[in-house]
């Protein structure tokens, strides 16, 4: 069976998710299409608006076969730590294709990587301390490669080809452009408002006709909507007792950052104000979230680390094709496939600790067990 | 000037505590009440009623002339600690005599101490896990010296005894009986109503006529009130995402309770929940509402040994009285005296850490800032 990969937040899952998913299959002719979607938590820092079982599900009714759970400890992370996260699930499951919406459909992702790999400044440590990493890393990118692109899906692409590049695994790029083509363009582009348009209609309680698939509406309209709300009493509560040693061994956190946390979450009164408080050139807001996330899971380096060496592929569902195609490939996988969770895995040094520990806080709010004895769908 | 000392907690401070320290100052003839009471949270594990502030000003308005702050790494702990934090800064600030209320005043409270301390039974470490320490302390302190007392005032005396020998300083116990005595025995009986029994009433709203003060009423009933409703949330999320290593850094940990702790703590939903679900026969429920404590507190032991290492005279309050008895001793005092508390002491590696860790949850709730550029009341 010849699979394509998507690496996906479908936070939540909308139109153009459907469109991309689509795509990738008709792009590459494949039989299933197998997505690594971030868990519970999402790259920009927050938890997804909805848990990731109605995520996964969505995704399964409009076009996904597979759906595995990239892990908290890969999603909550720079886009090159993202982007590796996905691709070795991808590659552990014998995936090959790996196929991506991007504003630049028409470079050469893994040529371009290339390029930066053999000039060593994929990951510079810039010590620039008046700019962000992202504006030093682009400046460095239009030097040696002429890219002068900074479109984020554009980017992130460049992080999957450094990924399969760093990783060494057989895996072809497939981009395709994010907008639909042919008589129907205007159409489609209606239907592809960004995710973050989609949550902020859903936070607002405004319809999202048009653009969310109709049969999605009534299911997302009876779900608990987790967000930074929920999570910012924790995040203050943590800053105030914690000790500076433990916020150290939190993961992505950069010196003095601790300082400057803990000074400035007193007179914080939400996640907006918090930020701005601690925001300074040298660090993006993604990336001051993403830290403050860290923080409140708990999430440290030794956890991080750990989740890199026990890789598992926990399948959230899968189609009768899935199916099909996970009974093909599960003798010869080169990380574990979880199909159901244990209590063991979940214990404090069980190989899922890290995605319990965040994944409490999800029921904690809204009342649904998110892994313990939960099967696949299917 | 000839000075008296007590230790006390006043939580709330009521009729009962008036007239111990009116007994206090008759019973030794002393021109000044020297008070070290706990700060913002007690030695039964939770936090006061009403913060420090509130409870000094109280005091020093019926009957003390100083209050001194107990640390929270001294208040919140078993009596023998707590005795020995109370004791330590009483000598410190050169206080001699230490009265306290008991049911059994007529007892030599350091001669039973010094047998005890001779049969090296003070702290023995019980094997027996079928009970709790409290009680199989009682059956030796029984086989020793005769002991079969254990009501708690009794117990607490002792445990000042105890202090007094271990810490060798010069100090005369002055126990008295806890009701009054003579004609108006009735009458005093009736307000010496218990500080649980106050807070309960406050708590639901009621009236404390009659067993608080009548000046105090109408001060307690604009105050913000502190409990474990408010920190059950905060201890829930830590125990949640702590690390077992991190948990076990918090001071009067117990093997194994880490585990029974963030085992029971899913299905709790309050404080009283969470106690029945954790109760063995082996811990009191003082001992695990005070283990809770410091998790949420995140009250290492590290934080303990440096305030032992470090000790501080936080002055709450005084009369004119307690001024000129400061200014006689304050050029020969054995730990610092801080009348204003500066930034430095609460930054992270200050004197002050642990207190201000605690405090600022206070804060959070009530705010009222609690240290930082507060002068003493006067």
């Known amino acids: 069976m010849q699979a394509v990969g998507m690496i996906a937040e479908f936070n939540p899952f909308h139109s153009g998710h459907a469109f991309a998913l689509a795509k990738a299959r008709n792009l590459t002719h494949a039989d299933v299409v197998v997505v690594v979607m971030s868990g519970n938590y999402v790259q920009r820092g927050e938890p997804a ?8 599900e969505a995704a399964l009714t409009h076009g996904a076969d597979i759906v595995i759970e990239l892990p908290v400890t890969g999603a909550v992370q720079a886009a090159d730590q993202f982007a590796q996260a996905g ?34 400044i994929t990951d510079p440590g810039f010590a620039d301390y008046t ?49 639909g083509v042919g008589h129907d363009d205007q159409k489609i582009k209606a ?35 987790y967000g930074w709300s929920q999570f910012f009493p924790w995040l203050k509560y943590r800053l105030q007792t914690a000790d500076l040693a433990e916020l150290r061994q939190v993961a992505t956190m950069a010196e003095g950052l601790e300082y400057r946390f803990t000074q400035q979450i007193d007179g914080a009164h939400d996640m907006t104000e918090f930020l701005h408080r601690v925001k300074s050139k040298r660090y993006t807001y993604a990336r001051l979230r993403r830290l403050a996330l860290a923080i409140t899971l708990n999430m440290t380096t030794a956890a991080v680390t750990k989740a890199r060496h026990l890789p598992q592929l926990h399948v959230l569902g899968f189609t009768p094709t899935g199916r099909q195609y996970l009974r093909t490939v599960k003798h010869h996988l080169a990380y574990p496939l979880l199909t159901r969770v244990s209590a063991d895995m979940l214990a404090p040094y069980g190989v899922l600790a890290m995605t319990h520990r965040a994944d409490r806080l999800i029921t904690a709010i809204g009342g649904v067990e998110q892994n313990y004895g939960r099967p696949p769908l299917m």
Do not use: C
């Open 131 to 179: 700019q962000t990493y992202a504006t030093q890393l682009n400046a460095a990118y239009a030097k040696v490669a002429g890219i002068t692109q900074t479109d984020p899906n554009f980017m992130l692409g460049l992080s999957y080809a450094k990924a399969v590049l760093a990783l060494q695994v057989p895996m072809q790029l497939y981009p395709f452009g994010r907008q």
């Open 191 to 225: 239907n592809l408002a960004s995710a973050s348009a989609v949550r902020q209609h859903l936070r607002e309680g405004e319809p999202v006709t048009g653009i969310v698939p109709a049969d999605l509406i009534s299911v997302y309209a009876e779900q608990p909507q």
């Open 87 to 120: 691709v070795s699930a991808l590659a552990a499951l014998h995936v090959s294709a790996l196929a991506f919406g991007t504003e630049h459909p028409e470079l050469d992702y893994l040529d371009l990587a290339r390029q930066l790999v053999a000039t060593d």
């Open 49 to 56: 608006i909805f848990d990731k079982w109605v995520r996964a």
